[in-house]
């Protein structure tokens, strides 16, 4: 009997493992069959990050990003579904595959590098100081005895923390933490904080949209310059391999150019 008992119990875990190898649930496995079976990917996004991935006044979820991904996915025949998530998490959230990449405004970096693979730059950005006008902040310099604001789990704070020689010598103390942007430009414009360290794209298209974009200082510092690019788990390289092709197509037959324009005015291929 409990012989049978065992050997019940070695073929089910037996089973189980193999159905974790050859699923989703396999962190092991690139999952581009799964994905090109299946017909469908999961990608996760910050839904306040304008203009790359951002929720409309209709609540619709739109942006550079959004448009971007889709048709990179169009060539396939695979529909991308989004997934708004903590920032914060976004690296725990590919690694338990509860989404199949990250792509939102991503910065690539080393520290990053080390555990995601990430698709080839499709867009630069830089980290900028905003002040109030008012302020009479114009330099890094001059942050010097004020409060900084900036998003947890950032490229900003990344670049704060990474490259202190830039600004974080300045500041009195640690940056004050938002879970989102908006919630640190509410606390910019009321006075809570004094500048606010952010993605240029972002800065620049939300106080443009405001109509505010005269009532601030948008500095720039020494940050090195980043690139945007497509974080995703370090065995999905034929995942990856497929998304480059797709963007080089796009880049070749102007369709990256008409979405590019459609959020920014202009072509941002680097």
Sequence with gaps: ??????????????????????????????????????????????????????????????????????????????????????????????????????????SKNKQREKVQLFSKTYMKNDQILVTKKESNITSFAQIKGHKLGTQRGSASFDVFTDQPEVLKQYIKGEPVLYENFNEAFLDLKAGRIDGLLIDNVYANYYLKQAGEIAKFNLTKGNFKNEDFAVGARKTDKQLVSNINKALDSLNKTGEFQKISKKWFGKDVWP
């Design 1 to 106: 009997m409990k012989r049978a008992i065992l050997s019940l119990f070695c073929c089910l875990f037996g089973a189980f493992l193999v159905g974790c190898s050859n699923g989703k649930n396999s962190s092991q496995t690139d999952q581009w069959s799964r994905i090109k079976e299946e017909k469908k990917i999961v990608i996760g996004v910050d839904d306040t990050f304008v203009p790359m991935g951002f929720r409309d006044k209709s609540k619709r979820l739109v942006g550079f990003d959004i448009d971007l991904a889709r048709a990179v996915f169009k060539k396939y025949g695979i529909a991308a579904e989004f997934k708004s998530i903590d920032w914060d998490m976004k690296e725990q959230e590919l690694g338990n595959q509860t989404i199949d990449l990250i792509w939102n405004g991503y």
